[in-house]
């Protein structure tokens, strides 16, 4: 389901698209008209975790999605939290893991949800115990991983690289058979 931003967050009047000058020229944005407020709709930063344990790489299933999809773990940073320590906490939270180490991958556009997606890979310890949020799990080879063609894809496909393998992606058909049934509305 996707959200928008229809009301001024200070005075609640209906934004409106209003023209206006900006340091790039006029350009139209949601507006206030009572107010002045303006939407900039910038994109959210999203961190994204490859998890290794001992040598394999943890790939999760959300709850919403159909059961051939499985990907990096994920989640919004919090206010007042690094990147670093966010990716630590949504680890935790998501499967009980402890990030012994973290290191940059790379950031990442994401533009059909209006994110940037920043990647880390982090080597963790523990016993897995999935948050409600998600409900199946598998470890990888290196050399069994298959990327799919989306930001976290691109970012396990780069760090893959780093460890001396080249990269597989999905094969068209074989993301369509994957994602089936993603973008059905939700059942009532």
Known sequence: MQYETRFCTHC??????ITQAEDSGDVERLRCPACGWTHWNNPTPVLAAIVEIDGKVLLARNAAWPGKMFALITG????????????AREVKEE??????SSALV???????MNQ?????????????RLSPELVDYRLYDLQDLKCWPAGTGYALADWLRTRGHEPVFFTDEENA???????LPPKD
């Open 177 to 183: 058979e994957r994602r089936r049934g993603l973008d």
């Open 116 to 128: 940037v997606i920043i990647a880390y890979h982090v080597v963790a310890t523990g016993q897995v």
């Open 76 to 87: 919004f940073m919090e206010a007042g939290e690094s990147p670093q320590a966010g990716i």
């Open 95 to 100: 499967t009980n893991l402890d990030v012994q």
């Open 12 to 17: 609640a009047t209906p934004l409106a698209l």
């Open 106 to 112: 790379g950031s990442y556009e994401f533009l059909r």
